[in-house]
C-alpha cells in the first residue's frame, strides 16, 4: 500500500485555515504516513504556499474498507461511482464474465 492510497482512503476534514485532520483505517496507515511525514510537508507547504500547514492524524478502527475481489463486485464499485457504466452495459449488451 502507498501513500497515495493512504490519502485516497482516509476521511478529510478541515479544522481551521492550517490545520486538516486526516481519518484513517488503522494503526499501519497512521505509521506508513508518520514515516513520510517529512517528506510530505516539505512538498504541501510550499504548494500551498502556507508554511503553517499541518496534517492531524486521527485513527478510527470503526471504519471498515470494502474490498472488492469478483468481476461483479468490482463493477458494482465502479457503477456507484459511475451510474452510466449500468446503462452502457444494458446499452451494449454486456455481461460479466466470472
Known amino acids: 500500500m502507498s501513500l497515495s ?3 485516497k482512503n482516509g476521511q478529510w476534514k ?8 486526516l481519518i484513517l483505517a488503522s494503526q499501519l496507515e497512521k505509521e506508513m504516513f508518520d514515516d513520510e511525514r517529512v517528506n510530505t510537508m ?5 504548494a ?16 471498515q474498507k ?3 475481489f469478483t468481476a461483479e463486485e468490482k ?3 465502479m457503477a456507484e461511482k459511475n451510474p452510466v ?5 444494458t446499452m451494449f ?3 460479466l464474465e466470472y
Open 5 to 7: 492510497v493512504v490519502f
Open 14 to 21: 478541515l479544522l481551521n485555515e492550517n490545520t486538516v485532520e
Open 42 to 46: 516539505q512538498h504541501l507547504r510550499p
Open 48 to 63: 500551498l504556499q502556507n508554511f503553517m500547514f499541518d496534517i492531524q492524524i486521527t485513527v478510527n478502527s470503526t471504519i
Open 66 to 68: 470494502t474490498r472488492v
Open 75 to 77: 463493477f458494482q464499485a
Open 85 to 89: 457504466l449500468n446503462d452502457m452495459r
Open 93 to 95: 449488451g454486456l455481461d
